[in-house]
């Protein structure tokens, strides 16, 4: 079975800041791979997503996450957070055969200070 | 909007009683999935429909049960409620069951057991 560790349950940043929140999944077989955001009050949205070819992927609001195979992590990354960026980010993973139920991570909680 | 829509967003019961949460899917998504999402044991996947069909199980307890209609809404029935049980309940869709096509979550309910 497939596994995901969010190695920080939390990480406080300064606006303007850059930011990496570090993800590392188990499995035997190969992978899809996710982000998802999930505001206060809200369910969690799609962010990007790994599937195949390029290992970095980026996303509309500026995040960018490289799939990196021999290290088994799927890092996502900001060069410059913003207020609005405030948030709960989940990493995900599911088996490109077999079980297709995506397993969640625990969570990091983004906190951006001014 | 991610196009599901769970209802109520708010539940608050006693013990040992039972309740229903609903979920309509996306639009044009055939399958639905409820996780559960609490502190302790972050988001946990329960059970998955695909067509009125239950195609997978996961940390469901004998006291939940769900179904999906054949209008393709979801219902996931909680009986026997314990304390344990108060935790937000998220529905999410997708088009298909392969392992690369992402979820769409609803803003979740939730279940307040008192």
């Known amino acids: 079975a497939q596994s995901v560790t969010q190695l920080d349950s939390q990480v406080p940043v300064f606006e303007e800041a850059p930011v990496e929140l570090r993800c590392n999944y188990s499995?035997?077989?190969?992978?899809?791979l996710f982000w998802y955001v999930q505001y206060p009050n809200q369910g969690l949205q799609l962010l990007l997503k790994?599937?195949?070819?390029?290992?970095l992927v980026e996303s509309i609001n500026g995040f960018e996450a490289e799939f990196n195979k021999s290290q088994t992590s799927f890092h996502l990354r900001k060069p410059s957070v913003h207020i609005s960026d405030t948030a709960e980010y989940f990493c995900?993973?599911?088996?490109?055969?077999?079980?297709?139920?995506?397993?969640f991570g625990r969570g990091t909680s983004l906190i951006v200070h001014p | 909007d991610s196009g599901v829509t769970q209802t109520p967003k708010h539940l608050i019961t006693a013990t040992g009683q039972r309740v229903t949460l609903r979920c309509s899917p996306r639009?044009?998504?055939?399958?639905v999935y409820w996780y559960q999402q609490s502190l302790d044991q972050g988001l946990q996947f329960l059970i998955q429909?695909?067509?009125?069909?239950?195609?997978a199980k996961g940390n469901i307890l004998e006291r939940f049960s769900a179904q999906q209609f054949p209008d393709l809404h979801s219902e996931l029935n909680l009986s026997s409620l314990e304390l344990g049980d108060s935790a937000l309940y998220f529905c999410?869709?997708?088009?298909?069951?392969?392992?690369?096509?992402?979820?769409?979550f609803g803003n979740g309910t939730r279940l307040t057991v008192t």
């Open positions: 999410a869709s997708s088009v298909e069951i392969q392992g690369n096509s992402p979820l769409h």
């Open positions: 429909y695909y067509n009125g069909e239950e195609r």
């Open positions: 639009s044009g998504d055939l399958s």
């Open positions: 790994y599937l195949s070819g390029s290992t």
């Open positions: 499995s035997s077989v190969s992978v899809y």
């Open positions: 995900a993973v599911s088996l490109s055969g077999g079980s297709y139920i995506p397993t």
